[in-house]
């Protein structure tokens, strides 16, 4: 649990969080390309990728695949706008690969949040990390070319060694073809 320890130190300077990580302790497994959630589903819980790679993904309305996220070791997966929302999944979460992870019941979460005062600063901070996220990618949609965006992927060697190209794809808001030719050009 040391992988769960430091992620939250990331967040939250505790001497004592024993009590907080132990209590991430649904421990589940899944093979490539099996479901953590599906639209329709409950999502009342927060997981932490312990092995693997998962992507968040929806299908348009003329049932395109379009990704939204990824995930991997050392993150938080799931649907967080029903997990907020206390509401039914609306995206699919895959797993890419082989995965592992251990979550933690909502319901237990807020009660750990009202135990301890620094546990609620963990869920204040994970928000924000979140919504900065969220806001970025969305400014970077709208300021940046698909070319500048792959860029910017490149950067971090997860995308590029963990994650398929049509899944690079969708994420960056364009075609395969496309895709093709941006590497054909950088290279």
Same mark, same amino acid.
């Given at each position: 649990?040391?992988?769960?320890?430091?992620?939250?130190?990331? =967040?939250?300077?505790?001497?004592?969080?024993? +009590? %907080? /990580?132990? *209590?991430?302790?649904?421990?589940?497994?899944?093979?490539?390309?099996? =479901?953590?959630? #599906?639209? !329709?589903?409950?999502?009342?819980?927060?997981?932490?990728? $312990? $092995?693997?790679?998962?992507?968040?993904?929806?299908?348009?309305?003329?049932?395109?695949?379009?990704?939204? &996220?990824?995930? &991997?070791?050392?993150?938080?997966? !799931?649907?967080?706008?029903? %997990?907020? $929302?206390?509401? #039914?999944?609306?995206?699919?979460?895959?797993?890419?690969?082989?995965?592992?992870?251990?979550?933690?019941?909502?319901?237990?979460?807020? +009660?750990?949040?009202?135990?301890?005062?620094?546990?609620?600063?963990?869920?204040?901070?994970?928000?924000?990390? /979140?919504?900065?996220? /969220?806001?970025?990618?969305?400014?970077? %949609? +709208?300021? #940046?070319?698909?070319?500048?965006?792959?860029?910017?992927?490149?950067?971090?060697?997860?995308?590029?060694?963990?994650?398929?190209?049509? =899944?690079?794809?969708?994420?960056?808001?364009?075609?395969?073809? *496309?895709? *093709?030719?941006?590497?054909?050009?950088? *290279?």
């Amino acid at each position: 649990m040391n992988d769960l320890r430091t992620f939250f130190e990331k =967040y939250i300077p505790l001497d004592d969080i024993d +009590q %907080f /990580v132990n *209590s991430f302790d649904v421990i589940q497994k899944f093979k490539k390309k099996d =479901y953590l959630l #599906k639209p !329709g589903q409950n999502c009342d819980f927060l997981a932490f990728i $312990k $092995k693997g790679t998962f992507r968040v993904f929806f299908y348009d309305s003329e049932g395109t695949e379009i990704t939204v &996220w990824f995930s &991997w070791e050392g993150m938080m997966v !799931g649907d967080l706008l029903a %997990f907020y $929302k206390e509401s #039914k999944a609306e995206f699919y979460v895959q797993a890419i690969e082989a995965c592992e992870i251990c979550s933690i019941p909502k319901s237990t979460l807020e +009660q750990l949040y009202l135990t301890n005062p620094q546990y609620l600063q963990f869920g204040k901070k994970y928000a924000e990390f /979140v919504s900065i996220n /969220v806001m970025e990618r969305m400014l970077s %949609f +709208q300021t #940046k070319t698909a070319e500048e965006r792959y860029l910017e992927l490149l950067a971090n060697p997860n995308y590029m060694q963990k994650i398929p190209l049509k =899944y690079l794809a969708s994420y960056l808001g364009i075609t395969d073809t *496309s895709l *093709s030719r941006i590497r054909k050009n950088i *290279s």
